[in-house]
T-cell receptor
Framework: DQQVKQNSPSLSVQEGRISILNCDYT??????FLWYKKYPAEGPTFLIS?????DKNEDGRFTVFLNKSAKHLSLHIVPSQPGDSAVYFC???????????FGKGTSLLVTP | DAGVIQSPRHEVTEMGQEVTLRCKPI?????LFWYRQTMMRGLELLIY????????DSGMPEDRFSAKMPNASFSTLKIQPSEPRDSAVYFC????????????FGEGSRLTVL
């Protein structure tokens, strides 16, 4: 049973515009959320995270928003760049030291 | 640090053969995870270890799968016998910072079972 869901398998955005990637979760015990980025033939790499005590975390062009009541989070990339083209995985955990549950990923294509 | 090192990067084998995937974690990381990536299911957790002890293996699909961590610097994931549906990319990852849960992944082992 998928506890972390990314319902959009793919997204295409023009360079310079905003990319918004969405993620929903079902387990109310999740209290830590992360986004990972994956290029072909490489392992996923950590991008940004947010604790459940916050509703927003920003790091440069990347911002993650958390809506606990809706069990929804989103990753905003502004402005989008061609190098951002990758698969983005949403992940959640129920506490430190616990295994991460991943979504299926969203493939982002940023076109020039 | 060299990061998480996995071998082999690619493995092609025939159904029924034994497959062994290897992982060398980042030194000092106490948690080690094995994930499998497929198009249908995304990234699935198979098993994870803490201080070389298996903590949760509920994600291991069948008895054909087994994993060991004989010491802090080495882990194996074995499939015996392998089947075509085992074809996937298998990732090993280690946990660096307990406070933020950031996993460091290896580059993966792409397994094709014919």
């Amino acid at each position: 049973d998928q506890q972390v869901k990314q319902n959009s398998p793919s997204l295409s955005v023009q360079e310079g515009r905003i990319s918004i990637l969405n993620c929903d979760y079902t387990n109310s015990m999740f209290d830590y959320f992360l986004w990972y980025k994956k290029y072909p033939a490489e392992g996923p790499t950590f991008l940004i995270s947010i604790s459940s005590i916050k509703d927003k975390n920003e790091d440069g062009r990347f911002t993650v928003f958390l809506n606990k009541s809706a069990k929804h989070l989103s990753l905003h990339i502004v402005p989008s760049q061609p190098g951002d083209s990758a698969v983005y995985f949403c992940a959640a955990s129920a506490g430190s030291g616990y295994a991460l549950n991943f979504g299926k990923g969203t493939s982002l294509l940023v076109t020039p | 640090d060299a990061g998480v090192i996995q071998s082999p990067r690619h493995e092609v084998t025939e159904m029924g053969q034994e497959v062994t995937l290897r992982c060398k974690p980042i030194s000092g990381h106490d948690y080690l995870f094995w994930y499998r990536q497929t198009m249908m299911r995304g990234l699935e957790l198979l098993i994870y270890f803490n201080n070389n002890v298996p903590i949760d293996d509920s994600g291991m699909p069948e008895d054909r799968f087994s994993a060991k961590m004989p010491n802090a610097s080495f882990s194996t994931l074995k499939i015996q016998p392998s089947e075509p549906r085992d074809s996937a990319v298998y990732f090993c990852a280690t946990l660096g910072d307990l406070r933020i849960g950031e996993l460091f992944f290896g580059e993966g082992s792409r397994l094709t079972v014919l």
